[in-house]
């Protein structure tokens, strides 16, 4: 056991050599030869004192390498050396070095959840002697995994926490890469002034102290950024730059990522072609450094540009591999990303069909991410919950209490009044009065506030509109599993593009005054639900098939007809829409609420399939029974075409263009 003070005494006490080697071995990053790496760190290791500082975060970077080349012997090794790591104050941070690791080997395993909840206990660090370059990259590891995760707003505060540690360690390459990934992180969060910002400090600060892997990150950063930015000129520059850093560094991995973000730029820019021929040279690349990421980004633009080029369903087998290992990894979000380009791309090709059901998988892989997205958003706030259930309960038992200790007040009372004399019955009987109505409103204040409560978690907070939890309650209430009436699928066309070219804040303008429009288009007895995103979901009483198709018409030119203001500008929205009457012609089906609108979900994706801002309306589908009823609703292009179903087809009106005030 070591004595008292000496481990203040070895915090103080570095080894300048070993620091300065160490550092240049991180600053190189993934540029080299990962086992030529860990035979530096190993050597460098030797002449690190046992039980310092510098042989801990040594021992940290070959576990990192271990987990990168799935070397199960080294890893033993390494975990061998933390598990008997002298008892001590660094024996804390040694046994987080090890849930470290272990959280790195889940990742890539595709266990992201897992591997945050093991780095659950890195905030208590902050308050220990733990070193800054070491503590920095544990919490850039956490960084990461919550933004892949879909924790975007954790990603901020762990990225936010990694920038202020490089304030304290003073190097400019460490906060060049900090900023880099904060960029990204505020793209994904849609704030597009603050990724700009970043970026930019991040280029400031990497030639404060220049070299080719610093400048290779940051450039990459910026291209990714740049491209969700719509700035296609500066993800171009920065993408060439990022490629040539590469080939200079001689690092086949950083190579094969460069050229796969390239070509992903290409592809946004429809050259085709090219972005074909880079992803090809880029894919054996990946494959022989083992980076999957390089490889997914590889493969699937390999497809995207296939199919784009009319070589369709050699393509699709290119995307769906891709997406397939995403499903395998668990990566929700990736898959519904990947199903929705893949529609994308199909539409634009003239697979209709195919698309349609792209855009389905899209739709059952978002819904996927969201209920995960809700899943975290409970667990994160647990404790909070817990806290505010126990005021709660707290107010509740002090208002029971009070309103026991009026009625026993008011019994004591009554009984001390029937006491005296006859001549105070009035007096007696005005308190009691008093404290009944004392009750009563108490009991009614509460009963107002649980029904507000009701309310309010029935209600869209951003529209105002009813949203699922409200729509399943009506379902709930009016006790009918089967559907009768109209139903009218809503979807805002380019929604993302609003997003990414006036901002966050302008797509919540248009979902808010796209809702007030078709409020207005309604009656009040027609129900409009925020269906989620830039979705609706209406529902009228009334199955006739005039009303139906003049109100989907009317639908679409409430919608389209006056662009959507926000500050200066003037957004152009239009929006495609699929609806239903039910029960189905000609056999009067009575689908379920669910087949329902999964029914009304295919002709709106048709409507979108087929060129947007249009209105797609099933008059009748030719099936038997409900399993036919079903493979129809699955292949509804073709069987449109075929004349099994019979659909109406709306047009809106062309939208004035958007112009700047």
Known sequence: ????????????????????????????????????????????????????????HILTLRGEIAVALEDSSL??????????????????????????????????????????????????????????PLLLRFYRFWATQKSDFGDVDGAIAANLQALKLTDQIGQPWRRALCLGALSYVYVRAQQPERAQEAADEALKEAMKSPDPMTLFAVNNARAIIFGELNQPEQAREASDLTVGYARALGSTKLLALALANSADLLLRNGLYAQALAISQESLPLALSSKDDSAESVARANIGLAKIAMKRVEEGKREVLQVIAQDERMGNVGEVAAGWLELGTYLERAGDISGAIHAYHQHRRWADEALRAETRRAILGAQALYDDERRAREHDLLSRDNSLKAEQLRARDLQIKLWAAVGGCVVASSVL?????????????ALAQSNAALKVQSERDPLTGLANRRHFQAVIKSAGASEFNGTLFLIDIDHFKRVNDQFGHAAGDAVLIEVARRLKQALRDADLVVRWGGEEFLIVVSSHDAADARQLAQRLLDQIAIVPVRHGREAIPVTASIGFARFPVLPHGWMPTWERAIDLV?????????????????IDSIEARDEPELQAVAAEMEAAWQAGRVHLQTLQGPTPPQGLAA
């Open 1 to 56: 056991m070591e004595p008292p003070g000496a481990a203040t005494a070895q915090v103080e006490v570095r080894d300048e050599s070993v620091l300065r080697d160490l550092e240049a071995i991180e600053r190189r990053g993934d540029s080299g030869d990962l086992a030529k790496r860990e035979q530096a760190l190993r050597e460098l290791q030797a002449r690190a004192a046992p039980g310092s500082w510098e042989r801990l």
């Open 75 to 132: 890893n033993d090794q390494v975990m061998d050396e933390l598990l008997a790591w002298p008892e001590g104050s660094k024996q804390a941070i040694s046994q987080f070095a090890q849930a470290y690791l272990s959280a790195q080997a889940l990742a890539k395993k595709g266990s992201r959840r897992a591997a945050i909840q093991a780095m659950s206990g890195l905030p208590a660090l902050l308050e220990g002697p733990t070193p800054k």
């Open 432 to 444: 009691l009065g008093l404290a009944y109505q004392r009750i009563r409103k108490t009991n009614k």
């Open 601 to 617: 979900d295919t002709a709106m994706y048709m409507a979108k399939a087929h060129g947007r801002n249009k209105a797609f309306g």
